[in-house]
């Protein structure tokens, strides 16, 4: 599978990946690091300036519909459309969908292209990410008071 040739490049670049999903996932959200809304994902494409007259908004959808596939027939229950969520795991198998939609011809190294010329760049300097080890309460108190423990902590 495609993800799994793909491995060590998103492992080189899972800091900078974990950190652009975070931002997005927050927006709007405070309280959620772990998932992405079909919108916050468009948002995100949009935002990184992958989507353009060859990699198009259906291709957006049918990739985040297809990483996320298996979580929606899990157990046999409808999920409505809106319900869907992708997880930070979904996030970096779309990335290489996308990546082999866009440069096709170059294999994991148009991951690796697509990563520091379009990802990397938007992630905000100034982003504090809570590791996902800690408890979810826990996330969501220090995500609500990010701003102020920055200032606090952050600053001299």
Not at 131 to 147: F, G, Q, S
Request: charged residues 25%.
């Amino acid at each position: 599978m495609i993800v799994d040739d793909w491995d060590p490049v998103l492992e080189q670049h899972k800091d900078i990946l974990f950190r652009i999903f975070t931002h997005f996932s927050l927006q709007g959200d405070p309280g959620n690091i772990s998932t992405l809304t079909r919108h916050k994902f468009d948002k995100f494409v949009r935002a990184c300036g992958l989507e353009d007259d060859q990699f198009t908004h259906p291709q957006v959808n049918v990739i985040f519909s297809r990483v996320c596939r298996a979580e929606t027939t899990a157990g046999g229950e409808t999920v409505l459309p809106q319900q869907i969520r992708m997880t930070f795991e979904h996030f970096c198998a779309a990335l290489c969908f996308i990546a082999d939609r866009k440069f096709s011809d170059k294999g994991a190294q148009g991951l690796h292209e697509m990563i520091v010329q379009h990802i990397a760049p938007r992630v905000p300097a100034d982003l504090v990410v809570v590791p996902d080890v800690i408890d979810d309460e826990i996330n969501a108190l220090l995500t609500l008071y990010r701003k102020s423990l920055e200032q606090v902590y952050l600053e001299p």
